[in-house]
Structure formats: structure tokens, C-alpha cells
């Protein structure tokens, strides 16, 4: 019993106990501090990366249908090769074009130019301002803008493009999240024929 007693009346070390605790607080809010500003720093480029692997991944299956059977574009249904790309990409994504540069000036505008025609390139760009491209490997892939007719047939969307010069190219301006498919359509030629 005189060990205890002896040890609660030592109080020499009393005072220096809150000042310890003190700098243990300082030093642990400082480490919460320093991890959110990484965090925040580390989340875009985690974004990017994810925007880069789903457009490889789409990229990967455009390609692997080019080598399919070609529906013939005035025959009924949608019996061409087909692919379906998944997006979810983030709301600093502005537009996900494939075949096409729809911004060839990068000032945002969609419609103040003829659209850059770009076979087997998928372009994304972020309202940074900066594109980014992923390459189709391959044979040439011309994209076109797809419609339902009346009767249910995929048909070439001539009235999208914004100054009637132009026939070729996707775009997919944001937000852009769930599934987006592709044919493989022949019309002189084969042609990828979205089906959005």
C-alpha cells in the first residue's frame, strides 16, 4: 500500500500534462488538415485517370466491332455489328466527341465552326479548357449521328450537325452518364452509327 500512496501523491509531473495535450491536438489536426488538402488535390487527377479508362475501354469496344457484319443502311432493323459504351464521367467534362472535333478553336463554342473531322479518335474535353484524345486502333471508323425513322429504322441524323456541311462525327455534351450504343452500318462504305 505504500507504493500506491506514494505514487498518487507524486504530482510533479501535474502541470505539464494539458500542455502535452495541447501539442498531441495541434499535432493531430495538423495531419487532418495536410490529409484534405491532399485529398483534394489527389481526387481530380483520380477523376481524370477513371475518364481516361472509360474512354480506352470505349475505344476498345468501337474497335472490336469494326470487323463485324455491316448492316446495310436502308435495310429494317438493327442486325449490324453493335457495341454499347458505358459513360459516367464527371461534371467538369464538357462533351465526349468521337470522330469529330467539335471546338476546333477551344473557345467552348460548339456551332461557331465546321466540326474537325477526326477518324478513329474519341476527343474529351473539360471545361478547363484542355482535350484530351484516345486513339481507335485500326482501319478507319467514320462515325454518324443516328435517328429512328418512323417505322423503327436506324437512319443517318441529317439535320444534327449545326451548319449542314458537315455529316460525320458524335458528340455527347454533358452531363454524360449511362449507355450509349453503336452499330456498324454500310452506305459506300462502312460507317459507325449511334443509336443516342
Not at 480506352?56 to 438493327?78: C, F, M, N, P, V
Not at 464527371?90 to 468521337?98: K, L, W
Amino acid at each position: 500500500m505504500d507504493y500506491l500512496q506514494r505514487f498518487l501523491a507524486d504530482t510533479r509531473g501535474v502541470d505539464t500534462i494539458p500542455l502535452k495535450m495541447v501539442v498531441y491536438l495541434t499535432i493531430t489536426a495538423l495531419i487532418v488538415v495536410l490529409a484534405a488538402v491532399s485529398w483534394n488535390n489527389i481526387a481530380p487527377v483520380m477523376d481524370d485517370a477513371d475518364v481516361d479508362r472509360q474512354l480506352e475501354d470505349a475505344a476498345l469496344k468501337i474497335s472490336s466491332i469494326q470487323h463485324g457484319y455491316a448492316r446495310e443502311i436502308t435495310s429494317k432493323g438493327t442486325d449490324g455489328s453493335m457495341c454499347t459504351v458505358e459513360l459516367s464521367l464527371p461534371e467538369h467534362v464538357n462533351y465526349v466527341a468521337f470522330g469529330v472535333d467539335p471546338d476546333p478553336d477551344s473557345d467552348g463554342n460548339l456551332t461557331n465552326l465546321e466540326w474537325s473531322v477526326e477518324e478513329n479518335t474519341i476527343i474529351c474535353s473539360y471545361s478547363s479548357g484542355v482535350k484530351t484524345r484516345v486513339l481507335i486502333s485500326g482501319e478507319p471508323v467514320e462515325f454518324r449521328k443516328g435517328i429512328q425513322d418512323e417505322g423503327g429504322k436506324w437512319i443517318f441524323h441529317e439535320d444534327f450537325y449545326p451548319d449542314g456541311s458537315l455529316s460525320e462525327g458524335v458528340v455527347i455534351e454533358g452531363p454524360i452518364n449511362g449507355d450509349f450504343s453503336f452499330e456498324l452500318v454500310f452506305d459506300g462504305g462502312k460507317q459507325t452509327l449511334s443509336h443516342f
